[in-house]
């Protein structure tokens, strides 16, 4: 695993690079302070997806706009409460509504920056599923852009490593065993291959 840079180039122009890494970097501040935890996860998603872009061999270009989209795909969780955040998995039925706006939310905070454009599919589809039961849109299949395919399968990996309290936390095998149980239902068998992978 590794992580790159917010100002390592990669094949798009300077000047849109340095903007996206400047929004990237402001946003991650808000996140930041809200809560550590979901700056640390939003980190992390962010090495893993890089990583499993890489292993797929995609564009440099493609591989920067999927690492900004992986570090801003819960930036909708800013107008969600710690409280509730602290809840998940287990969230009632109006919580757990609260909760799906937030893809769909984060989308809507770049939606009028124009070097955000290219990412905002990515962190608004972040939870839809291979199988067309995720949200926003119940997007399946290849339907769903690459890059969210690829935020998913991190985002979901971490949140089981790493989850909201350390009594829901499971070992890597676990989680790798769970990834494996959703390869094809939920996420993208390819990308789940690539990530397994990427883990060693």
Known sequence: ????????????????????????????????????????????????????????????????????????????????????????????????????RHAAAGGNMIENIPCCQDIIPYIVYHHERWDGSGFPKHLWGANIPLGARIIAVADYYDTIINPSTEFWAKTKTQAVRELFSASGLLFDPEIVKAFIETLG
Do not use: C, W
């Open 1 to 100: 695993m590794f992580m790159m840079s917010l100002n390592q180039s990669a094949g798009i122009g300077s000047e849109e690079r340095e903007s996206l890494d400047a929004i990237t970097a402001d946003l991650l501040q808000f996140i930041q302070l809200k809560s550590h935890r979901l700056y640390m996860h939003s980190l992390q998603v962010a090495n893993y997806s890089v990583s499993v872009a890489a292993k797929l061999a995609l564009p440099k270009s493609e591989i920067e706009q999927i690492k900004h989209a992986a570090l801003l795909h819960d930036v909708g969780l800013l107008f969600v409460s710690n409280t509730l955040l602290a809840k998940i998995p287990y969230l009632n039925r109006s919580e757990k509504a609260m909760y799906k």
